[in-house]
């Protein structure tokens, strides 16, 4: 489909929204202005020098429609007396209400987000190759976001057909009579080039335009996007540098007049503490958050006035100064559409920049998803409508589980669930004839949910659907197994926790049951793992014997900094993981004898 009517589709929702705030009739509340300027605020150009712009930003949606299930559907709130609960949250019928009730009387107000909005899905949205989360981010009125590194999980031509529509190459349409219409807001990728043409493979910068205030924005993903997608998802492609390519397109963004600028970084920090409220400014400006965004945030050009990112799905709103020692606002509101930030710029009309000085506007509010609130009919019946579609594979019994069994909202290292999932991949690809395994590891990134024991739906309790183990292992990934020696198995479990990336956030491989050693956290970094405990099924590991190991495809390729697993011999292609998992399933567990969750003691941890 041409992008002619999604302009015009584009045009009447402004046109709405436009007639909406008309009808509120909202007020604006002036903000601190630079000494001399004449205060004022609201719709008109005569109403004074400076106006406030409300931008709201999420990041890492990664097509959950529904609210999520287990741990990661909620947040932890920091209470005043120092202790911390637990808030439902998430789930796009509120996001939208969340989202449509913050703007109510806010006619200068911009959407945007920081990638990874598709991807690793669950299974209403990844079934349909997250076409029904492209139509739900339309009706959340999103105007712009970078991509993520989840962006390319398909490759750049899908995500090509993510922007500007058509049906499906191989699957066709998914509703009779419709065609897919492409993205109602702008995806940005201005540090993702084409090796042939070596021009950025889509837009670079978006510029929202409201009356007389315009606003740049500039998305990029993190460079290291090809060490965590499969080769086929960037091939063709290249990733630069955050930094240089921010600075750069902030400079023809000023070129072309436009002044008041916001990059969308698909890369993040680490907060001293997981609540969404925690003050990482404590003691100092950004004093509690580290990680990759701080010295993007520290090196990024002074005429950017604010950076949304995301990536880590971690909530923070802090304030790193720029380069020239201006406060500045960083800032990712966690994953899975459980919260919001909303962040209020003021837009000064004479200089058309940014006021940022330590009073010239409130500090960024997060805005939690709760479920408490009315959810949005509109997204609701989206929901229902891609629900009846997906309804005769989803719902189909694949196993029964006593208990929750945590994968992604465990903060272990060792995962009940990953243990499960490398088991089961053990036991595919065990037999000769299937590849001889002896032992299988699997990436935490890859497990994406919990197996929660509540019902989602009419299945009852402890049933596992096949929607919902789709929805821990989404990839479809497909099976390998390889060649390694055990000089080579043991560089790999030190590449968990050292290497630039895993030194700082380590990535701790799932195990399969026989595999065992420990993890000295009082070390540092390849030290880390006490080779002498690297053992399988009781007998050390022989750094000279060889050994076969099933991973996924993902891993074999070297994904996640693991660069010795490219150096595998012998390579046989299996099933996928999802299918291995679902088959383990099938196998050990029943309704009268449910799998009950795994103790998770494959690996020893000394703190």
């Known amino acids: 489909m041409s992008a002619t009517p999604q302009r015009h589709r584009r045009a009447r929702r402004l046109t709405l929204t436009a007639l909406a705030v008309a009808t509120a009739g909202g007020a604006m509340v002036a903000a601190a202005l630079p000494a001399g300027a004449a205060s004022g605020g609201g719709g008109g150009q005569d109403q004074g020098r400076t106006v406030d712009v409300q931008m709201l ?6 097509g959950t429609l529904e609210p999520p299930q287990g741990s990661s559907g909620s947040v932890t709130e920091r209470q005043a007396d120092g202790t911390t609960k637990s808030i439902p949250a998430g789930g796009v019928e509120y996001l939208a209400t969340g989202l449509r009730e913050a703007r109510k009387g806010h006619p200068y107000s911009v959407t945007a987000a920081a990638g990874d909005m598709i991807g690793a899905s669950p299974m209403v949205s990844g079934l349909f190759h997250d076409e029904p989360t492209i139509e739900a981010l339309g009706a959340l009125d999103l105007d712009v976001t970078s991509v993520g590194n989840h962006e390319f999980d398909e490759g750049k031509t899908e995500l090509r057909r993510m922007q500007y529509g058509g049906c499906h190459p191989v699957e066709g349409c998914f509703e009779y009579g419709k065609e897919f219409e492409g993205a109602d807001f702008k995806y940005l990728a201005a540090n993702v080039v084409d090796e042939k043409t070596r021009r950025p493979m889509m837009n670079p910068t978006f510029i929202w335009k409201k009356g007389d205030v315009k606003i740049g924005f500039i998305g990029v993903t993190l460079e290291g996007t090809p060490d965590v997608v499969t080769a086929d998802g960037v091939k063709g492609l290249k990733f630069g540098d955050e930094v240089e390519t921010i600075n750069k397109y902030a400079n023809e963004l000023n070129k072309q007049g436009v002044k008041s600028i916001v990059a969308l970084v698909h890369e993040g920090g680490l907060p001293a503490s997981g609540a969404y409220n ?13 990680g990759a965004i701080v010295d993007i945030a520290k090196n990024v050009s002074p005429t950017v006035d604010a950076l949304v990112t995301g990536h880590t799905h971690q909530a923070y709103a802090c304030n790193i100064p720029d380069p020239a020692g ?7 509101a966690a994953s899975y559409g459980r919260l919001f930030t909303d962040t ?4 000064d009309r004479r200089t058309k920049d940014i006021v940022r000085t330590p009073v010239s506007s409130p500090k960024p509010v997060q805005k939690v998803v709760g479920r408490e609130q009315p959810k949005a009919p509109d997204l609701t019946a989206l929901i229902q409508r891609w629900n009846a579609l997906a309804a005769p594979i989803a719902n189909r019994p694949m196993g029964y589980i006593s208990a929750d069994i945590q994968g992604r909202g465990s903060e272990a290292y060792e ?27 699997m990436n935490p990134g890859g497990i994406r949910a919990d197996l929660a024991y509540k019902a989602a739906g009419s299945e009852g309790d402890g049933v596992v659907t096949y929607g919902e183990s789709y929805t821990v292992q989404p990839f479809t990934n497909m099976m390998n197994v390889v060649d390694l020696t055990g000089a080579q198995l043991i560089t790999m479990l030190q590449q968990q926790v050292s290497g630039p990336v895993n030194g700082v956030s380590p990535k701790i491989l799932q195990i399969s049951k026989g595999f065992s050693y420990t993890l000295d956290t009082t070390k540092a970094g390849a030290e880390r793992i006490v080779v002498d405990s690297v053992k399988l099924n009781g007998a050390p590991v022989d750094p000279a014997q060889t050994y076969r190991v099933a991973m996924n495809e993902f891993l074999a390729g070297g994904g996640d900094g693991f660069t010795v697993l490219k150096e595998h011999k012998n390579k046989l292609v299996g099933a996928s993981d999802l299918d291995a998992f679902n088959a383990y399933l099938a196998e050990h567990s029943s309704a009268s004898a449910p799998l009950a969750p795994p103790a998770a003691d494959r690996i020893t941890v000394v703190k």
Do not use: M, W
């Open 57 to 62: 930003s999420f990041n890492d949606l990664h």
């Open 278 to 290: 925690y003050d990482c400014d404590v003691p100092g400006a950004g004093a509690g958050i580290s």
């Open 326 to 332: 201006n406060p500045r606002t960083v800032t990712s």
């Open 344 to 347: 209020t710029l003021t837009y």
């Open 415 to 441: 995962k009940p669930l990953g243990d499960v999932i490398a088991d089961a991949q053990l036991e595919a690809l065990a037999p000769a004839a299937k590849g001889g395994a002896q032992l299988a590891v």
